[in-house]
């Protein structure tokens, strides 16, 4: 994948980014039929397209992660909490 596509997938909102996704769902759907058809030229397109559709999850996903890893406070290791047991 290009640079200047996975930059136009970033820059891309919340709204925008379900509805990407749901093409890709589709485009994978029609992929997979011509792969058991043998109608598909290249199967590694398949992957490609999982892949992409992994990327755009997990800019759908950021947000959502962010907000609750600055709700919660850092969590201490097991090592620095043990340490803090002795003092």
């Known amino acids: 994948m ?5 930059q ?3 820059d ?5 980014l379900a509805a990407h996704e749901t ?3 589709e485009e994978l759907f029609q ?6 058809m043998r109608q598909l030229d290249n ?3 398949i992957r490609a397209l999982r892949r ?3 990327r755009v999850r997990t800019l759908m996903a950021r947000p959502a992660r962010t907000a609750a890893k600055a709700a919660a406070p850092a969590p201490k290791t ?8 002795t003092r």
């Open 2 to 6: 290009s640079a200047k596509a996975m």
């Open 8 to 10: 136009s997938i970033v």
């Open 12 to 16: 891309m909102n919340a709204e925008e």
């Open 23 to 25: 093409e890709l769902r």
């Open 31 to 36: 992929m997979r039929f011509k792969n058991a």
């Open 43 to 45: 199967p590694l397109k």
């Open 52 to 54: 992409q559709i992994a």
């Open 78 to 85: 097991a090592k620095r909490a043990a340490k803090e047991k």
